[in-house]
């Protein structure tokens, strides 16, 4: 009986440290900025983060969850509040992130290589209209901040607008397929 109490009290021990630590994601402290472009030029703004989490383990993301409000993007870079709502309108239309149907949009970690200097390299699956590909990307980690920078192809998630992916002949009115998402967590 010894042996059995001595063995489970073993196991319970090392089994506590094998699990990961979650940390919720301080999303009033935590953003998401993008910026697409377009012939001679580009346009800005901020998408809301729900909610997240980052599963830790000795010093590596061993998982994690962020979770996007498509209804909250904004564009930043254009003062006029009529022409900026209407971008504002355009991108939540089907045009663009079918905000209507595809309310959020969301990046799962599947794995991450050890930080070393600061840095990591984080792959996961990131699901834009309810499409997902697979997308890996370096994060910096400074205390309790990570910090990344996303290329994400659009045309990928079925983004179809002003794309010379899915039209020809656009010209001056085609507008870039990859944008950028640049990203702060704090937990």
């Not at 301080?26 to 910026?35: D, F």
């Not at 909250?72 to 079918?98: A, M, R, W």
């Amino acid at each position: 009986m010894k042996k059995v109490s001595l063995l489970l009290v073993l196991l319970l021990v090392t089994g506590i440290s094998v699990y990961a630590q979650k940390n919720e994601v301080k999303i009033n402290e935590s953003q998401v900025k993008w910026t697409g472009t377009k012939i001679g030029g580009s346009h800005n703004g901020e998408i809301n983060i729900e909610h997240g989490f980052l599963s830790l383990k000795s010093d590596k993301i061993v998982g994690g969850e962020i979770v996007m409000d498509m209804n909250s993007i904004t564009v930043t870079d254009i003062e006029d509040k009529e022409y900026n709502q209407k971008l504002v309108g355009h991108l939540k239309s089907d045009d663009f992130f079918g905000v209507e149907k595809f309310s959020n949009s969301k990046f799962v970690i599947r794995k991450s290589t050890k930080f070393a200097g600061g840095k990591a390299t984080v792959t996961g699956e990131l699901t834009i209209k309810g499409k997902t590909e697979s997308l890996s990307f370096d994060v910096f980690k400074d205390g309790n901040s990570y910090t990344a920078q996303l290329k994400v192809d659009r045309s990928k998630f079925d983004v179809r607008y002003g794309s010379n992916s899915f039209f020809d002949n656009l010209g001056d009115k085609a507008i870039g397929d990859i944008f950028t998402l640049d990203i702060t967590l704090i937990i």
